[in-house]
């Protein structure tokens, strides 16, 4: 899919794991699920997510956040 960026491994303790930019992103959940949504309802900048079931995520690139449900 053109609209979508490849897919970036996440490791919730290491914050280069993290997306760098404010920008739509669809994670992948340890289940295999996924979600969509702004980078920042997923990845707070202030802090780790040593919980997190994140896999990994990657950019929607056609879309702007206010487009999202």
Not at 16 to 29: D, E
Not at 37 to 64: A, H, N, Q, T
Request: glycine letters at 4%.
């Amino acid at each position: 899919m053109e609209h979508l960026s490849e897919w970036h491994s996440f490791d919730p303790n290491y914050r280069r794991t993290y997306p760098k930019v404010n920008s739509p992103v669809q994670v992948k959940y340890a289940n295999g699920s996924l979600a969509e949504g702004d980078c920042r309802k997923f990845f707070p900048r202030e802090e780790l997510l040593p919980d997190s079931l994140i896999v990994g995520w990657r950019y929607i690139k056609d879309r702007s956040i206010n487009e999202l449900p």
